[in-house]
């Protein structure tokens, strides 16, 4: 199977009179087939299945080259092939996630390849001090994959981690870092409330974006 036989397959199932509200919402950055992400996982599903089995090398290049495709739905099939794939990828693949996150960036595929990295960092502990450069990178969506790397993890995640990255960022100027740093926070409420809520209190520099998405489950 190839990227012209996943191009018919998406094609089959595409909307052309969807694509330019999807590409609004997106902020005109990305044009689209106009393919839902119900069908679109439906006609991706014998193309993942095949490429999540790949070694590390080709699964490169089918990624690059999903990338290099001009429709946005090309890219989310690859963001979905590399979590499929994440839990067989060796530490090395880390390499490959950072370009997919630095190239045609937005939240859509960010958000998304964030999950692929705390399943190689949970898979490969030594991954954790690449985090650690991660949350200082100038490319803010880097930053930003940093800080949600943790999500989900329940108790498998280290509050003073998640914390600290926010801290190194609590300053940041942009909405899509504050945000992040609300949404880590609020997930790792879930499981470390009195530990987030005493980290909110004694940071009054916090954001009101951050401190609004941080707290919107807190009782009282």
Not at 58 to 67: A, P
Not at 182 to 199: H, I, K, N, S
Request: charged share 30%; proline share 5%; glycine share 6%.
């Amino acid at each position: 199977m190839d990227l012209l036989q996943l191009r018919v397959a998406l094609g089959s199932v595409a909307d052309p009179d969807r694509a330019a509200p999807m590409a609004a919402y997106l902020k005109e950055q990305f044009t689209f087939l106009g393919v839902g992400s119900v069908e679109r996982r439906k006609a991706q599903r014998p193309y993942v299945g095949e490429w999540r089995t790949l070694e590390p090398g080709e699964l490169d290049r089918v990624i690059r080259s999903l990338w290099n495709e001009p429709e946005r739905e090309f890219q989310y099939v690859g963001a979905d092939l590399l979590r499929k794939a994440a839990p067989r990828l060796p530490a090395e693949s880390l390499g490959l996630v950072r370009w997919a996150i630095e190239t045609k960036s937005w939240w859509d595929t960010v958000d998304s390849l964030a999950k692929v990295i705390g399943m190689l960092v949970l898979s490969h502990p030594e991954l954790a001090d690449e985090m650690d450069r991660w949350i200082l990178a100038e490319n803010m969506w880097v930053v930003r994959a940093a800080i949600l790397h943790q999500l989900s993890w329940k108790d498998r995640g280290d509050p003073e981690v998640v914390m600290s990255y926010c801290e190194q960022q609590i300053g940041h100027s942009d909405f899509f870092i504050r945000k992040a740093i609300g949404w880590a926070l609020r997930d790792l409420a879930r499981t470390y409330p009195d530990e987030v809520w005493a980290w909110v209190d004694v940071h009054p520099d916090l954001s009101g974006l951050s401190r609004r998405e941080a707290t919107k489950h807190r009782p009282g």
